[in-house]
């Protein structure tokens, strides 16, 4: 069991540029997440899905779209991005929705010049 | 602990003593909690968790205690060891279908 995986793990953008994160879990999760987190600073909650099928905003989705794929894929993708969109990009998966459990994979560091 | 700007609280603790981390929590009707470690460069990893219903859950080397009357949490690490030295998230469930809410972290750093 690979858990949560991410690609890339690293990535360097210029401001304007577009890319699409790739996330994928192998734990027959129902519910998956994107979270960003800026230097001492916590996580913050870009957007989720409680099911496949369905995808909801969470407290930072400005300048981000998601895609649920499928039950084991969830990609998050920045349209244009700006260098305040540098940081680490954690994805996260869970049994249900609802506070269940997370499970969290290794981190995108991202760079926007 | 509280976040101050940019700057996590950070707790120092002598190798082999007991390390408290503590965690304030946001929402009186919170009924489910989950204590994180993320190393430098990782991915947070489930530690321990506790529901409201309890005061104190045991796991190795780790305790949990909640105060539900404070809204207080803690993180009680026995016998700390240097691999212990990671930020510390505390995450708590508000009622209703929505996903966990985290703090923003406690970094521990163990002094060999």
């Known amino acids: 069991n690979a858990g949560v995986t991410q690609t890339p793990k690293f990535q360097v953008l210029k401001t304007g540029q577009s890319m699409t994160l790739q996330c994928a879990q192998d734990?027959?999760?129902?519910?998956m997440y994107w979270y960003r987190q800026d230097p001492g600073m916590g996580l913050r909650l870009i957007y989720y899905?409680?099911?496949?099928?369905?995808?909801d905003k969470g407290e930072v989705p400005n300048g981000y779209n998601v895609s649920r794929l499928n039950k084991r894929e969830f990609s998050l993708r920045l349209e244009s991005a700006a260098p305040s969109q540098t940081s680490v990009y954690f994805c996260?998966?869970?049994?249900?929705?609802?506070?269940?459990?997370?499970?969290f994979g290794p981190g995108t560091r991202l760079t926007v010049l | 602990g509280e976040s101050v700007g940019l700057h996590l609280p950070t707790l120092s603790v002598q190798e082999g003593d007991n390390s408290i981390i503590n965690c304030a929590y946001s929402?009186?009707?919170?009924?489910?909690f989950i204590w994180y470690k993320q190393e430098s460069g990782k991915g947070p990893q489930f530690i321990i968790d506790?529901?409201?219903?309890?005061d104190k859950r045991q796991g190795q080397r780790v305790t949990v205690l909640l105060n539900k009357t404070v809204k207080h949490l803690s993180l009680q690490i026995a016998a700390t060891q240097p691999g212990d030295s990671a930020v510390y998230f505390c995450?708590?469930?508000?009622?209703?279908?929505?996903?966990?809410?985290f703090g923003k972290g406690t970094r521990l750093s163990v002094i060999a």
């Open positions: 929402n009186s009707a919170s009924d489910y």
């Open positions: 995450a708590e469930r508000f009622p209703g279908n929505t996903p966990l809410v």
């Open positions: 734990m027959n999760h129902n519910s």
């Open positions: 996260a998966s869970s049994e249900a929705s609802g506070g269940a459990t997370q499970y």
């Open positions: 506790i529901r409201s219903n309890m």
């Open positions: 899905s409680a099911s496949e099928g369905t995808t």
